[in-house]
């Protein structure tokens, strides 16, 4: 399950309706898919697709969503530093980001008009939206991993447009990771 956290008030929600309703009220949808007894994570990404079909129906048909595919990334991926720099400078889309993260991590900074900038770190099961035009940007966590199903309303996918205020430069991707709700560790990653 997903934390959230909001540094400029020394914040973090990590009860999952809390999170849920948080998100809910930036207009983010946020659910929990199931992982268990359905695929094999790693497995090949038609069957992925083939497994979350009934997911993937319901977020096309509410979303106009029309293709998905599946994202994997590791440590040694060809270009990965070019790859995430698309990413971790604050941007906005003109359609929605949909994100099912079925293995490894990372954290998507939301930065509000009229509100704190916020971060939600995600992990495996995790299923997030974010609405076209809101400003974020995402960084994977340390181990540099993450696979995840992505949904697009246009197949040539979406293109980040940049924001010029830097605020990304003033914020860490700092994972906590799933030790930290197991009570654990609470040593930031």
Known sequence: MAIVRIPAESRRIT???EIKDFLADHGIDFDVWPLEDRVDPAAPAEEILDAYEPEIDIL?????FVTADVIDVYPDTPNLDAMLAKFNKEHT????EVRFILQGSGVFHINPVDRPVFGIEVWAGDM?????GTRHWF???REKRI?????FQDQTGWTPHYLSDGV???YEPL???PAYLSGRDGTET
Do not use: N, Y
């Open 139 to 141: 960084d994977l966590c």
């Open 175 to 177: 994972c906590l990771g």
């Open 93 to 96: 889309h003109t359609e929605d």
């Open 15 to 17: 009860e999952p309706g």
């Open 168 to 170: 990304h430069e003033g």
């Open 147 to 151: 696979r995840a199903i992505r949904l």
């Open 128 to 132: 997030i939206s974010v609405p076209l």
């Open 60 to 64: 096309k048909d509410r979303g106009g």
